[in-house]
Structures are given as C-alpha cells and as structure tokens.
C-alpha cells in the first residue's frame, strides 16, 4: 500500500497524485490519496489513523510533497516506514509563517484560515533524528518555495536525488516512479 500525501493547499485530487495514481492502478499497486484538513493535527491523525488500519494487514509506504513530504518525515519515524519525500518543507513551522491568514485551497479557490496555533501544531511533528536509511529525497534546486538546501543538510545521509531546474512541483516525476518502488521494495 502506498499512501500519498499532499502538500499545503492542495489535495488527493492534485497533479503529482494522480499522476501516482494512475501508474499504480496500471501496476496493480494498491494506492491512497487522501484530502486532508488544512490543520495539522487532524491531518496527522487522520494519517496515523489509516496507517494503523492498513499495517494490520500490509505494509504501508509514504511518498510526501512539500508538506506532506514533512508529514513523511514523521509519519516514517513514528511507524518506522519508508518514506519518499519530494521537495519536503523540511522546516515547515517556519516556511509556513509566510502564509498566514487566509490560506486557498487548489482544488476548488475555497478559502481556510492558516494562523499561529497552526504553525505550534506543526512544531509537535519536527523530528530531531531522522532515521535517514527510511528516507528517499526528491529535489529540483528550480523549486522556487523552499530552499533544497534545507533538506538536503538536515536529511543527510538519505538517499538523494538532486536535479538541476525544475519546480517546487517537481517536474517530470514520473521518471522517477520505478526508483520510488525499487527503494519503497513494492513489487509489481
């Protein structure tokens, strides 16, 4: 099973998870993409919650972007998972001061309020110690949100990949996919 998780803003219906989406409906790989709440503490426990049912009966791999590459980060060392995180708001509580207010959703222009007491959230999931081994690092130096640099320090020792160019979407994922399994050990 592999459980996708978006970023800030955006849903289960985005580009990247879709794109996820169809590759492993055509590989017969089971896959979810949840839309998650736009506070952190339900979006964790939601997660948490899907996780703990799945590994009853199969193993669970994260793939994470932006935030949700953040959300990985957490999620992995909590269940001890293997997690891909393509271009992680690896400082999220910081990187998402530059949005408070009125956050927008993607999906539909619907509008949700993003303040200080969601930012603290945030801080309840920092990890100190990564466990590096778990983690596969998606980055494009283009990405014009968060600085790769950041992840790159604070996750070394991960398996990485660096691409010249690029966006904070990360263009041309789907280059990537049969590294992303080979690494997460799924088998088609």
């Not at 896959?31 to 703990?52: G, H, V």
């Not at 953040?70 to 269940?79: H, I, R, V």
């Not at 990187?95 to 993607?106: M, N, P, S």
């Not at 200080?116 to 778990?134: D, G, K, T």
Request: proline fraction near 3%; charged fraction near 20%.
């Amino acid at each position: 099973m592999i459980l996708y998780i978006h970023g800030f803003g955006s849903s289960g219906e985005a580009t990247k998870a879709e794109a996820f989406r169809n590759y492993c409906h055509e590989k017969g790989i089971r896959y979810i993409a949840p839309s998650l709440p736009s506070i952190p503490t339900l979006a964790i426990n939601t997660l948490s919650e899907l996780i703990e049912s799945y590994l009853e009966n199969e193993s669970v791999h994260l793939i994470g972007a932006s935030l949700g590459g953040y959300y990985s980060l957490y999620l992995s060392d909590k269940y001890n998972l293997k997690a891909v995180l393509i271009n992680p708001a690896i400082n999220a509580p910081e990187t998402l001061k530059r949005a408070l207010g009125h956050g927008v959703h993607y999906y539909d222009t619907s509008a949700f309020e993003w303040n200080e007491s969601h930012l603290e959230m945030l801080e309840n999931y920092e990890i100190e110690e990564p466990n590096v081994e778990n983690l596969l690092l998606l980055l494009q130096k283009g990405d014009d949100v968060l600085d790769y640099e950041d992840a790159l320090d604070i996750l070394e020792g991960a398996q990485t990949i660096v691409e010249e160019g690029g966006t904070h979407g990360f263009e041309g994922i789907e280059r990537h996919f049969e590294r992303i399994l080979t690494f997460l050990h799924v088998k088609v």
